[in-house]
């Protein structure tokens, strides 16, 4: 009998040629895996073909938190290279980063570029650096300037100039995330012009992610992994929206992983507060789902909390056959990848 608490009861092995290095030309046209939980089917369609899936009055959550080109390569004193990914602000020149290569010592100062330096600070409990910059501009602004998109490390080539766009969702708003809430890049303005003409109500959420969707699970039992905690925010325009749409037994669908901590994390019984906090939820098989009825989802990294989570809504034994399936039939994995619907 499977040990659903443990690490590797989530294991699969994955070819690496079906690890996707680039999007697609068209985001609506990746293959999307439906399956139904009820009667335990899986069917292949394309993604543009989701709005068979919702019905009018049926809320579309997604998660516009935008993508910040939040890498930064410079040189130490010694003139060794090194790179800053920016992770959170402390204030208006402090940040939280993840320092590569990581032994560096306090005091250490790097040089951006002639108009730009950076001094380590401090340690973080979790082994990050405190990182102050000397601009009279603001770190946002630096970034826009100097940044590079932070793609993640399964995808081994270097980020271009067309990633600034690709690894964007089109609804893309709040800066904050250093990666890309991945199942809302398989949308169009024109697929989601198609589902407001259907008369599909799309709410806005917004969940910053932040390093943990890379942490791995480093213990045997999940229950005593700790996330790392993001920051998410939903208005009372998104908490009417969705609360009308549970009293009248309409339909919500969150757009990835991201909106569903987020809507999860809200939760009181089947309705849903408001406002602004941080969040750890961690949601595995056994842990109940209070408000999300189905979700847009791409497959997960082997023994990672994304892939537990599916496995929570879909039933583990359903999901891990349909990820066989995706192997089989040559789904493409992971940010730039295909799509899955779990309704």
Same mark, same amino acid.
């Given at each position: 009998? %499977?040990?659903?608490?443990?690490?590797?009861?989530?294991?699969?092995?994955?070819?690496?040629?079906?690890?996707?290095?680039?999007?697609?030309?068209?985001?609506?046209?990746?293959? @999307?895996?439906?399956?139904?939980?009820?009667?335990?089917?899986?069917?292949?369609?394309?993604?543009?073909?989701?709005?068979?899936?919702?019905?009018?009055?049926? %809320?579309?959550?997604?998660?516009?938190?935008?993508?910040?080109?939040?890498?930064?390569?410079?040189?130490?004193?010694? #003139?060794?290279?090194?790179? /800053?990914?920016?992770?959170?602000?402390?204030?208006?020149?402090?940040?939280?980063?993840?320092?590569?290569?990581?032994?560096?010592?306090? !005091?250490?100062?790097?040089?951006?570029?002639?108009? @730009?330096?950076?001094?380590?600070?401090?340690?973080?409990?979790?082994?990050?650096?405190?990182?102050?910059?000397? *601009?009279?501009?603001?770190?946002?602004?630096? /970034?826009?300037?100097?940044?590079?998109?932070?793609?993640?490390?399964?995808?081994?080539?270097?980020?271009?100039?067309?990633?600034?766009?690709?690894?964007?969702?089109?609804? &893309?708003?709040?800066?904050?995330?250093?990666?890309?809430?991945?199942? !809302?890049?398989?949308?169009?303005?024109?697929?989601?012009?198609?589902?407001?003409?259907?008369?599909?109500?799309?709410?806005?959420?917004? /969940?910053?992610?932040?390093?943990?969707?890379?942490?791995?699970? #480093?213990?045997?039992?999940?229950?005593?992994?700790?996330?790392?905690?993001?920051?998410?925010?939903?208005?009372?325009?998104?908490?009417?929206?969705?609360?009308?749409?549970?009293?009248?037994?309409?339909?919500?669908? *969150?757009?990835?992983?991201?909106?569903?901590?987020?809507?999860?994390?809200?939760?009181? !019984?089947?309705?849903?507060?408001?406002?602004?906090?941080?969040?750890?939820?961690?949601?595995?098989?056994?842990?109940?789902?209070?408000? %999300?009825?189905?979700?847009?989802?791409?497959?997960?990294?082997?023994?990672?909390?994304?892939?537990?989570?599916?496995?929570?809504? &879909?039933?583990?034994?359903?999901?891990?056959?349909?990820?066989?399936?995706?192997?089989?039939?040559?789904?493409?994995?992971?940010?730039?990848?295909?799509?899955?619907?779990?309704?």
């Amino acid at each position: 009998m %499977v040990d659903l608490l443990n690490t590797k009861s989530y294991y699969y092995e994955l070819p690496k040629d079906l690890i996707a290095q680039h999007p697609l030309d068209d985001r609506s046209s990746s293959k @999307l895996m439906v399956i139904n939980r009820n009667v335990k089917s899986i069917e292949h369609r394309t993604f543009s073909d989701i709005i068979d899936f919702v019905s009018t009055d049926d %809320v579309l959550v997604i998660n516009t938190t935008k993508v910040m080109p939040a890498r930064l390569f410079g040189v130490k004193e010694t #003139g060794g290279m090194i790179e /800053l990914l920016l992770l959170q602000p402390q204030n208006d020149t402090e940040w939280t980063c993840l320092v590569k290569p990581g032994k560096i010592k306090i !005091g250490s100062k790097i040089r951006i570029n002639d108009e @730009l330096t950076a001094e380590i600070n401090g340690l973080t409990a979790d082994g990050m650096r405190l990182v102050t910059f000397s *601009s009279p501009e603001s770190v946002y602004t630096i /970034l826009e300037k100097y940044g590079h998109i932070p793609l993640p490390p399964y995808i081994t080539r270097k980020s271009n100039n067309f990633d600034t766009l690709s690894y964007q969702t089109v609804y &893309a708003k709040q800066n904050g995330s250093v990666a890309a809430p991945t199942a !809302g890049l398989h949308f169009t303005e024109e697929l989601l012009s198609k589902i407001k003409k259907k008369g599909i109500k799309i709410a806005e959420v917004v /969940l910053n992610v932040g390093l943990g969707t890379f942490k791995p699970v #480093g213990v045997d039992n999940i229950t005593e992994h700790k996330m790392h905690s993001e920051l998410c925010e939903i208005s009372k325009e998104t908490a009417d929206i969705i609360n009308n749409a549970k009293k009248e037994n309409k339909k919500i669908i *969150s757009v990835g992983t991201t909106t569903t901590r987020t809507l999860e994390s809200f939760s009181k !019984g089947t309705q849903i507060e408001y406002g602004k906090k941080w969040t750890n939820i961690f949601l595995y098989p056994g842990k109940p789902f209070h408000i %999300v009825d189905a979700q847009i989802t791409n497959f997960h990294l082997p023994q990672s909390t994304l892939l537990m989570l599916v496995s929570a809504f &879909a039933g583990y034994d359903l999901t891990m056959k349909a990820y066989q399936i995706a192997i089989k039939k040559k789904y493409r994995f992971f940010s730039y990848g295909d799509a899955m619907l779990i309704y």
